[in-house]
C-alpha cells in the first residue's frame, strides 16, 4: 500500500512565514489542491515539525523525528513511522499536481518498486515521488553523515523517472512571494 505524504515543514521564510499550505490558489488552499490530486490513496499524512498550525485539518500527523534537518528527515521520519510499505511525497507548495500526474507516478512504481519520482524539462524532482521503505536504511546513514540533500539520496539507490511532457507545471514549487504572485496572475 501507498500512502500520500504532504512534507509542510519549513519556515517559509521568503514566505514572510505565512504556511505555505494554506495559501490560496483557485479559490482552495494549497493542501486543498493536493489532497484532491491522491484521493485515490488510502491514508494522506501530513509531514510536520510541529502539530498546533495543522491540528483543523483532521490528517494524520507524523511529526519530525529530527527537527530542522529539511525534506529528508520529514521523509525519514514518515518512512519509520507509517503503516504503508511506500510514501507518495510532495512538497507543501506544490498545487499544481494532478489525479493523472499521480496515476503514472504509481503505475510505474507498481511495475519497478524502486524510488520513482518525476522529471520535466530535463530536470529530475524528488520532491514528487514514491519511497518505499525499503530505503529507509540508506536514508538512516545519510542521517548519521550529516548529509541532508534528497538529491543525494539518488546516487544511493536505484531511481526511476516517469518524465511527463515538456512544459509541464506540476513540479512547479511556490516558495516565494513573488513566484506566489506570478501563479495567481497578479
Do not use: W
Amino acid at each position: 500500500m501507498i500512502a500520500g505524504y504532504i512534507l509542510t515543514g519549513g519556515k517559509n521564510r521568503r514566505m514572510n512565514g505565512k504556511k505555505k499550505l494554506f495559501l490560496e490558489y483557485e479559490g482552495k488552499p494549497f493542501y486543498q489542491h493536493i489532497v484532491q490530486a491522491f484521493h485515490s490513496l488510502s491514508t494522506i499524512y501530513l509531514s510536520v515539525d510541529c502539530v498546533e498550525p495543522y491540528e483543523m485539518l483532521g490528517l494524520p500527523m507524523i511529526v519530525d523525528t529530527y527537527p530542522n534537518l529539511g525534506p529528508i528527515g520529514g521523509i525519514y521520519s514518515g518512512l519509520k513511522v507509517c503503516k504503508e510499505d511506500a510514501l507518495f511525497v510532495t512538497a507543501c507548495d506544490m498545487p499544481l499536481i494532478n489525479e493523472t500526474a499521480v496515476r503514472e507516478v504509481i503505475e510505474q512504481y507498481q511495475n519497478r518498486k524502486t524510488l520513482t519520482i518525476i522529471g520535466t524539462n530535463h530536470q529530475i524532482h524528488p520532491l514528487f515521488g514514491i519511497y518505499p521503505k525499503t530505503i529507509l536504511p540508506i536514508i538512516e546513514e545519510m542521517i548519521r553523515e550529516k548529509n541532508y540533500r534528497v538529491m543525494n539520496l539518488l546516487d544511493f539507490t536505484e531511481v526511476s523517472v516517469v518524465q511527463l511532457k515538456n512544459n509541464s507545471r506540476i513540479a512547479e514549487n511556490i516558495n516565494t512571494v513573488d513566484e506566489y504572485h506570478r501563479l495567481r496572475g497578479e
